[in-house]
């Protein structure tokens, strides 16, 4: 089984191999993006950057007033 590669240009040329042959240049971008947020997500909740589900049920019900 084939790691995620640990240089960020291994990890592009991963997500761009994973797409099928017929993508869109839009489509691989958005898989990009959505890959980088998953990633940043995962830096953030090892560094212990986290809230918990009742402080972000606080914080979007304060976005509908």
């Not at 890959?35 to 995962?42: D, K, N, P, Y």
């Amino acid at each position: 089984m084939d790691t995620a590669p640990a240089t960020p240009e291994g990890q592009l040329r991963r997500v761009i191999d994973e797409q099928p042959d017929d993508s869109s240049f839009e489509e691989i971008l958005k898989e990009l993006a959505f890959a980088a947020m998953i990633e940043r997500g995962l830096a953030d909740s090892r560094a212990g950057r986290t809230i918990s589900q009742e402080e972000m049920r606080k914080t979007i019900e304060s976005w509908r007033k």
